[in-house]
């Protein structure tokens, strides 16, 4: 009898009840188009295409209030960070029998999600450590202000900056600022939702 990898019926489980709740849903990525270049920690940094389908999968779930009327209105995906903490609080709701366990599916996209926002620091670190060593400051200086050994800061800047080349799945950008009287043209609309230039005041009110 072969069995299944749960891996792959977990993402297989997401991908399926993405596309069913967002009509543009994105692929599935398969394993030839994974990432096998790992992080610091022995982790590959994760396909953007799943960490998106992660984000989509989580959003209309857990997202409330601004997040949610942002979702419905312009597809746009709540903070990584929130969608992650919702979902280790409903896992914590669910240890004190106060709330229904977060199904396993939920938790494979929190930890896409929060591999996305590791790739992301670690981008982040390397590219001040490059400034900080391109100001003049040494390994010395560094090692000083991050309270570790010359030995340890200089490793963990070896170890970081291969990550500048992983490609990153940055969460979506913040919605367009609405026009002034001068300027008064518009994006078209994505996927079928009015741009943030399009709605009205109306639209806030909930």
Same mark, same amino acid.
């Given at each position: 009898?072969?069995?299944?990898?749960?891996?792959?019926?977990?993402?297989?489980?997401?991908?399926?009840?993405?596309?069913?709740?967002?009509?543009?849903?994105?692929?599935?990525? !398969?394993?030839?188009?994974?990432?096998?270049?790992?992080?610091?920690?022995?982790?590959?940094?994760?396909?953007?295409?799943?960490?998106?389908?992660?984000?989509?999968?989580?959003?209309?779930?857990?997202?409330?209030?601004?997040?949610?009327?942002?979702?419905?209105?312009?597809?746009?995906?709540?903070?990584?960070?929130?969608?992650?903490?919702?979902?280790?609080?409903?896992?914590?709701?669910?240890?004190?029998?106060?709330?229904?366990?977060?199904?396993?599916?939920?938790?494979?996209?929190?930890?896409?999600?929060?591999?996305?926002?590791?790739?992301?620091?670690?981008?982040?670190?390397?590219?001040?450590?490059?400034?900080?060593?391109?100001?003049?400051? !040494?390994?010395?200086?560094?090692?000083?202000?991050?309270?570790?050994?010359?030995?340890?800061?200089?490793?963990?800047? &070896?170890?970081?900056?291969? &990550?500048?080349?992983?490609?990153?799945?940055?969460?979506?950008?913040?919605?367009?600022?609405?026009?002034?009287?001068?300027?008064?043209?518009?994006?078209?609309?994505?996927?079928?939702?009015?741009?943030?230039?399009?709605?009205?005041?109306?639209?806030?009110?909930?």
């Amino acid at each position: 009898m072969t069995s299944t990898n749960p891996v792959s019926a977990i993402r297989t489980a997401m991908a399926a009840s993405t596309r069913a709740e967002h009509e543009d849903g994105v692929p599935v990525a !398969g394993a030839a188009d994974r990432s096998d270049t790992a992080g610091p920690f022995g982790l590959p940094a994760p396909d953007p295409r799943m960490v998106q389908q992660a984000r989509d999968h989580l959003t209309p779930r857990h997202a409330t209030g601004v997040d949610l009327f942002l979702w419905e209105a312009m597809g746009r995906p709540m903070p990584d960070r929130d969608a992650i903490a919702a979902v280790i609080s409903a896992g914590d709701r669910a240890q004190r029998g106060t709330g229904d366990s977060p199904e396993p599916v939920e938790v494979a996209a929190a930890l896409l999600v929060l591999s996305a926002v590791r790739l992301t620091l670690d981008q982040t670190e390397a590219h001040l450590l490059n400034t900080a060593h391109a100001s003049g400051m !040494g390994s010395e200086q560094i090692a000083a202000i991050l309270d570790v050994s010359v030995e340890d800061a200089e490793e963990r800047y &070896r170890l970081l900056k291969p &990550r500048l080349d992983e490609p990153a799945a940055p969460p979506c950008p913040p919605p367009a600022a609405r026009p002034s009287a001068r300027k008064t043209a518009t994006r078209p609309a994505s996927r079928g939702r009015p741009t943030w230039d399009e709605l009205d005041d109306g639209d806030w009110e909930f």
